[in-house]
């Protein structure tokens, strides 16, 4: 059974500081990573997904990593904003079921100006 | 525009009382599921639905119900609401890979209903 974990659950950095997030997850036959953000008491916004056969997607100032081997993904978010302040989530896709995808529980981010 | 939208939005109901959430998504996807979000859980999966009426239970089926008549609906039953059942719902849709088509599997999420049962 996969699971999906993010450490830290909270963070706070300095506007225009990097952010790195990490996701890690125990089963290596992931098939596909997708991160989402989350704002207070409202919906997912889907930010990247990268397919098990991809190592990175890229977006804007988004960019997200996928080991499989080492079970992780990382999300590089350059010179953070006070915009970017949210909930960061990561999911793993499981092709056998359909596209059931199993959650971290999150990280918290704060930027502050 | 491409989107999952659900109604109603916010619900407060009262034990036992019989209520369905829908869920339409335009987007053609095959793929469509019922997450359920609580603090300190995480989001949980409670059914899904593979195409029309196939549906499978998910993590957390209990006490919930599903249907799939329609490929673009894809309602929430709670037959007997309990207070356990407080919580955020989101149904969200994708392809599914089991197509076999070069397409995104990328996954979409509703907006959530916020469900409170007293």
């Known amino acids: 059974k996969q699971e999906v974990t993010q450490i830290p659950a909270a963070l ?7 952010l790195v997030l990490n996701c890690s997850f125990t089963d290596s036959a992931i098939y596909n990573l997708q991160w989402f953000r989350q704002d207070p008491g409202k919906g997912l916004t889907s930010l990247l997904l990268i397919q ?5 997607q890229t977006s804007g100032r988004l960019n997200a990593s996928l080991d499989k081997s080492s079970g992780r993904s990382t999300l590089y978010i350059a010179a953070s904003q006070p915009g970017d302040s949210a909930t960061y989530l990561c999911a793993g ?8 995808l199993t959650f971290g529980g999150g ?3 704060l930027v502050k100006p | 525009e491409a989107q999952v939208t659900q109604n109603p939005r916010y619900l407060i109901t009262v034990t036992g009382k019989k209520l369905t959430v829908t869920c339409s998504q335009n987007m053609n996807h095959e793929y469509m599921s019922w997450y359920r979000q609580d603090p300190g859980l995480g989001l949980r999966q409670i ?7 196939v549906t499978d239970k998910g993590d957390v089926p209990e006490g919930y119900k599903v249907s799939r008549k329609e490929k673009r609906n894809f309602p929430l039953i709670l ?10 719902y989101f149904c969200a849709s994708s392809h599914t890979p089991l197509t076999r088509r070069s397409i995104s599997y990328e996954q979409y999420f509703g907006p959530g209903t916020r469900l409170t049962v007293t």
């Open chain 1, 12 to 18: 706070s950095v300095p506007e225009g500081e990097n």
């Open chain 1, 52 to 56: 098990s056969s991809q190592r990175e």
């Open chain 1, 93 to 100: 896709g499981d092709k056998a079921a359909g596209n059931k």
């Open chain 1, 107 to 109: 990280t918290r981010v």
């Open chain 2, 47 to 53: 059914y899904y639905s593979m195409n029309v009426e």
């Open chain 2, 79 to 88: 037959e007997s609401p309990s207070p356990n059942q407080t919580s955020l």
